[in-house]
Each structure stands twice: as C-alpha cells, then as structure tokens.
C-alpha cells in the first residue's frame, strides 16, 4: 500500500506526533499453520476417487494497540486456501472452503490418477487491514501460514470371474 502520510496531532500542545500506520505496522498476528483435514483420511486415499480438502483453522485473527491518544485494530481474515496435493499436477485454490459436512460439494477437491506416497501443501492466504480511532486505515498485506501433510494414495484391484 503506498504511505498515505495521515497524522494525529493530540490536543494536548507539545504531545507527540503519532502515525497510525507506523502504529498499525507494529502490530504482530501470526495466524496458526492450518491444519490439513481430507476425505477420505489421510492414509485411505484411492486413486480415482475424489479426494475433498479443507482446514479447521478459518477464523479472523485480529488484535489492537495503543499509542498516545490513538487505537488500531488489526485484522487478518482468511481469504483463500491454496493446495498442493504433492502430485505433481500444480496447485488449486480455494475460496472460502466449507468445513467438512457443512456443503454437500465442495470446489477443494482433487483427484489423484497414480498411486504412492505424496506430501500435500496447503497455504492459508490471509488479507490484513487496519482501522483507527483518528479515521486512518487501510490494506496492510497478506500473511500465509504454510503446513504439509503426508498421503498415501492406493490403488484398487478389481478380479471380474
């Protein structure tokens, strides 16, 4: 975000010249690593069959501080949830993931064509913002907590007499 160079000059003369962003840009959330939840589990994967991701961590982190005369609250809300199902294919995003059982189809799903063990990555991407007792506020960035997981993907025989 470019600097908006916004002051609060306090009623009491001589006090201190407090910006709110430098204010806002001090503060520190760090959201937990999400937490890789599929279906089926971890270990009973098939190939062929759809696999549905989500994570348990989907919830607004924020946090406020004060300096002199002004107060910001900093927010980071999760905004996407990219996957890497460690297969090779690439990565897909989702947005706004439903917890499991909440939908019955989700957008976060994929399907695994070979079998073996394979690492998924989920990245939980978070947008952070800022809003101040004095009207400044404004976008701060992202945050993204990474995690891994590990998954053994099967394959089933089937013997037709």
């Given at each position: 975000?470019?600097?908006?160079?916004f002051?609060?000059?306090?009623?009491?003369?001589?006090?201190?010249?407090i910006?709110?962003?430098?204010v806002?840009?001090?503060?520190?959330i760090?959201?937990?690593?999400?937490?890789?939840?599929?279906?089926?589990?971890l270990?009973?994967?098939?190939?062929?069959?759809?696999?549905?991701?989500?994570?348990d961590?989907w919830q607004?982190?924020?946090?406020?501080?004060?300096?002199?005369?002004v107060?910001?609250t900093?927010?980071?809300?999760?905004?996407?949830l990219t996957?890497?199902?460690?297969?090779?294919?690439g990565?897909?995003?989702c947005?706004?993931?439903?917890?499991?059982?909440?939908?019955?189809s989700?957008?976060?799903?994929?399907?695994?064509?070979q079998s073996?063990?394979?690492?998924a990555?989920?990245?939980?991407?978070y947008n952070?913002?800022?809003?101040s007792n004095?009207?400044?506020?404004?976008?701060?960035?992202t945050?993204?907590?990474?995690?891994?997981?590990q998954l053994?993907?099967s394959e089933?025989?089937?013997?037709?007499?």
């Amino acid at each position: 975000p470019e600097y908006q160079g916004f002051f609060f000059f306090p009623d009491a003369p001589g006090g201190p010249v407090i910006d709110p962003w430098v204010v806002a840009r001090q503060v520190r959330i760090t959201p937990p690593a999400p937490e890789i939840r599929t279906s089926p589990a971890l270990g009973d994967h098939l190939v062929g069959m759809t696999a549905w991701y989500w994570v348990d961590r989907w919830q607004t982190q924020s946090r406020s501080v004060s300096a002199g005369g002004v107060t910001v609250t900093v927010q980071a809300v999760p905004a996407t949830l990219t996957i890497d199902p460690g297969d090779g294919t690439g990565t897909f995003t989702c947005v706004n993931p439903p917890a499991y059982g909440s939908a019955a189809s989700s957008t976060c799903t994929h399907v695994y064509e070979q079998s073996g063990n394979v690492t998924a990555t989920a990245t939980l991407t978070y947008n952070t913002s800022f809003t101040s007792n004095v009207g400044a506020g404004g976008p701060l960035g992202t945050i993204q907590p990474t995690a891994t997981a590990q998954l053994t993907v099967s394959e089933a025989q089937a013997i037709n007499t």
